[in-house]
């Protein structure tokens, strides 16, 4: 996200300039350049932005979650640190350097600045602009001076090589490692170790960004009966048959999670509790469309709830599992918040 050379004209000249004005100037800019608007959740993202990830411009939604995906997920809590300490003015400012993905799917290098142009009454932040540049050419310089310093110059480049292609096959590991990690074996959705990372992280950024937060926590109904009289193997297959239907509902920012047994959780981030039991209410209704196990018609209860301010993981799952609960005893196959 750019020098501050590259910032401080921007918050001299933004009040001579409307966002069409500003936005036109920012094309312009080499640097790749980002103005957030708080209140409303937009994010404009020059052009420069774009190319320098690998995507077309203005490609990716305006929203501060299409920055979020973009982040390495080992740095992401240090960044979030570092933005949350700006935002809360307990830092002078904000800058940061960690890895981006491309859109080959690879990590760049990048460093990020940014300024807060406007707060609002209550002190929280109206508008953000700020920069991003590439700096893996000093990465791979300050690499290379190290290795220098070990071997002579005509093995480096062997040795870069080499550690390049190694780095490449720990970094498919890492990843297929952490995926086994955090994938349910049976239904292949995340697992309830992915969940218990996820929820946090969802509660935190719901909280930053100002967002709704809901959850849908459901559970397959009688589904002892099934397993008592038609054995583990079939109720098995009945697990993965409701996981497929469930799934046709799932967005790609929500995450969908097997917490134990026949009981699911759905994590919907910023969705306000009516969306979320209208989603729920389509998930009941597809399982309509699953043929009977035996003498069973496959259902599930479901518990709705919208995350509170302030709200922590445990209290918003507590309610969740009240809410589901309040179904089962209601007569199941329905929809309790």
């Not at 003015?89 to 960690?98: D, K, L, W």
């Not at 239904?187 to 937060?213: G, H, K, M, V």
């Not at 009977?292 to 969740?320: I, K, N, W, Y």
Request: charged share 25%; aromatic share 8%.
């Amino acid at each position: 996200m750019g020098e501050a050379s590259n910032i401080e004209p921007l918050k001299f000249n933004l009040s001579d300039m409307n966002d069409s004005m500003l936005h036109t100037v920012l094309e312009l800019v080499s640097d790749g350049i980002w103005d957030w608007n708080a209140n409303t959740g937009f994010v404009y993202r020059n052009a420069r932005w774009y190319e320098m990830l690998g995507y077309s411009p203005h490609s990716l939604d305006n929203n501060v979650l299409t920055w979020e995906n973009v982040i390495h997920p080992d740095d992401y809590p240090q960044v979030m640190s570092r933005f949350d300490d700006y935002l809360n003015e307990r830092s002078p400012g904000y800058q940061a350097e960690y890895r981006c993905r491309t859109h080959d799917g690879r990590y760049i290098w990048i460093e990020d600045r940014g300024y807060v142009l406007a707060r609002n009454a209550d002190g929280s932040v109206a508008r953000m602009v700020g920069a991003h540049r590439s700096i893996e050419d000093k990465r791979r310089l300050f690499e290379a001076l190290e290795r220098r310093n070990h071997s002579l110059e005509t093995m480096i480049e062997e040795r870069t090589r080499e550690l390049s292609r190694v780095n490449e096959q720990l970094q498919l590991q890492l990843e297929e490692n952490r995926k086994l990690a955090q994938t349910d074996a049976l239904t292949s959705i995340a697992n309830r170790y992915r969940l218990e990372q996820a929820l946090p992280q969802a509660c935190e950024r719901a909280q930053r960004f100002r967002e709704p937060l809901s959850l849908i926590a459901m559970d397959i109904d009688d589904f002892k009966s099934i397993n008592d009289h038609y054995g583990h193997a079939l109720g098995d297959a009945a697990l993965v048959h409701v996981v497929e239907n469930v799934q046709r509902f799932v967005h790609d920012v929500d995450l969908l999670a097997r917490w134990g047994g026949d009981e699911f959780i759905l994590i919907l981030p910023n969705t306000p509790l009516a969306d979320a039991r209208t989603r729920a209410e389509a998930i009941r209704s597809g399982l309509a469309s699953l043929a009977p196990v035996g003498d069973f018609q496959v259902t599930m209860s479901f518990g709705v709830v919208q995350r509170f301010e302030d709200e922590q993981q445990t209290g918003l799952m507590a309610r969740a599992d009240q809410a589901l609960y309040r179904s089962k005893i209601a007569g199941k196959n329905v929809i309790s918040a």
